[in-house]
């Protein structure tokens, strides 16, 4: 049987490539990548975006997503790519697109898309991860036990079975960074994490789960995590600006 062609003429090509840092706040950090990107593909349709689209019988919009983070994680570091086929302004567009989402799915940044791929910048995550229950002394003992191991193994679900992660080899940086003062529900450290971009990736609840195996570190309710940053590493383990033009080194945001 001869191989059926689409009829019509191709699709428009991509003029334009726009880099977006978006952000998970609040409730929506239990939002699942599925649902952001269905949010995200409604908000284009009603922003009516000019975007371009996959060839065949069934187009998609050329949208990239890059590092998505676990449901139930607040974030300020996540990223995507979407393809256009007319230019526009970036500063307009990033408005528009943001008066189309719900507030807690925030976008921060949009840029014209610099040469190589935006996924090979992504070398590492900066993680901040609240631990209720945890004592700032107790933590300091649990970080120090753990970062004087050489290897930390976890088990993990992926989507080809059970698979044991080395949380250590991992780690680029662990410190407690102190106490959240005040908290109504007592004690709760708050560790900062620096972590290097491996296959499978090791998320928060991993550093918790090798924290527990090493230490015997249980919080008392599920640990609270948010990502500050992702991108370039440095020499210093330092992440850069993924947006950026360089690898000029940025502090993460506060």
Do not use: C, N
Not at 22 to 31: D, E, I, P, S, V
Not at 41 to 51: I, N, W, Y
Not at 233 to 238: E, I, P, Q
Request: charged letters at 25%.
């Amino acid at each position: 049987m001869a191989r059926r062609v689409p009829e019509g003429p191709p699709p428009p090509p991509v003029v334009q490539r726009v880099r977006i840092r978006y952000a998970k706040r609040g409730r929506l950090r239990f939002t699942s990548h599925r649902d952001f990107a269905r949010a995200f593909e409604r908000a284009l349709r009603r922003a009516e975006v000019p975007m371009a689209y996959s060839a065949g019988f069934t187009p998609h919009p050329k949208i990239s997503y890059v590092g998505a983070s676990p449901t139930g994680a607040g974030s300020e570091a996540e990223y995507l790519e979407i393809g256009l086929a007319t230019a526009v302004d970036v500063e307009q567009l990033r408005l528009t697109l943001d008066d189309a989402l719900p507030p807690g799915l925030d976008l921060v940044e949009a840029v014209v898309a610099g040469p190589g791929s935006l996924a090979e910048r992504m070398e590492a995550a900066h993680w901040r991860i609240d631990l209720p229950g945890v004592t700032e002394s107790e933590a300091h003992t649990a970080v120090d036990t753990f970062l004087a191991t050489t290897e930390v193994l976890v088990e993990r679900l992926t989507k080809g079975g059970r698979r044991q992660v080395d949380v250590r080899a991992a780690i680029v940086r662990m410190i407690v960074s102190g106490a959240a003062p005040d908290d109504p529900v007592g004690a709760r450290a708050i560790l900062d994490v620096v972590v290097r971009q491996v296959i499978p990736a090791v998320r928060p609840d991993d550093v918790v789960a090798a924290l527990r195996a090493v230490a015997g570190l249980a919080p008392v309710a599920p640990p609270v995590a948010v990502r500050l940053a992702q991108g370039p590493l440095d020499a210093h383990g330092v992440i850069a600006d993924p947006l950026g033009p360089d690898r000029e080194a940025v502090p993460p945001p506060p």
